[in-house]
């Protein structure tokens, strides 16, 4: 569907198309989704600037922060070669915004990524997620949301060859998710990744892959879906 914006920055009004709705019938083991559905979801781009619009209000003081950001040289040759996601977290981090606040952003730059921006983008997403999730939280700071994390960090090891440090990632995740996952058709779900990914580490395989699903209905999906979300964006 086309809708129409007004860029935030230089107030310069433009008509995009964007997604209306869509429908996910699983997942990757990265997180994006697969069916008739955009994932990510599409951030309106403003022509004249190349401004992303990845939040509706901004204030004033923001405003005035991003206007000199993006009026400048560096992000106008961000803005040529790289993906509407990751000029979003650069737009965020002139914000000053967390690392960490920045985790989900950065995760759904990596499912644009071009093959030769993969490795960039990766590094850059599981730095915030290790801030995220670290390896040595304390026991009482571990839980679904903690659990997600680490099953994405692993991912990204294992696709970008890293089989030793991803192998090691699922052999310690591999009790965990009747500890720290209440739901049974979750729990089973997250073993099921678990050891899906060990195969794949096994096998030498670093394709991007699908999630096998353990459970017979999309809920299943939905429900770790929901853990990835919030462990991408853990701000909220």
């Known amino acids: 569907m086309e809708m129409d914006y007004q860029c935030p920055v230089g107030g310069e009004r433009f008509r995009q198309e964007t997604a209306g709705s869509g429908t996910a019938f699983g997942h990757y083991l990265d997180g994006q989704a697969y069916g ?14 190349g401004f992303v619009m990845y939040r509706d209000d901004f204030s004033p003081a923001e405003l005035e922060v991003l206007t ?13 070669t790289e993906t509407t996601y990751w000029l979003a977290a650069s737009l965020q981090e002139a914000l000053g915004v967390s690392l960490v606040d920045r985790a989900g952003t950065l ?7 071009s093959p030769a921006q993969y490795p960039h983008y990766v590094e850059a997403a ?11 939280a304390a026991h009482t700071q571990r839980d679904e949301q903690w659990l997600y ?12 060859s890293r089989f030793d440090a991803a192998r090691a990632r699922f052999e310690h995740l591999q009790p965990l998710p009747p500890q720290l996952v209440g739901d049974a058709d979750a729990r089973a779900q997250y073993a099921s990744e678990v050891a899906q990914q060990l195969a794949l580490v096994e096998q030498g395989d670093a394709r991007r892959t ?9 809920g299943v999906a939905g429900d770790v879906e929901a853990a990835a979300d919030a462990a991408a964006d853990p701000g909220r």
Not at 107 to 113: E, H, L, P, V
Not at 126 to 136: E, I, V
């Open 36 to 49: 008739p559905i955009m994932s990510p979801w599409p951030l309106a781009k403003c022509p004249g600037n």
């Open 68 to 80: 000199a950001f993006v009026q400048g040289q560096a992000y106008q040759q961000l803005r040529q």
């Open 107 to 113: 995760m759904r730059a990596t499912w644009q990524a």
């Open 126 to 136: 599981a730095a915030a997620f290790a801030a995220a999730c670290p390896d040595d």
């Open 149 to 160: 994390c680490q099953l994405i960090r692993g991912e990204w090891e294992r696709r970008t």
């Open 210 to 218: 699908m999630a096998s699903m353990a459970g017979k209905d999309a």
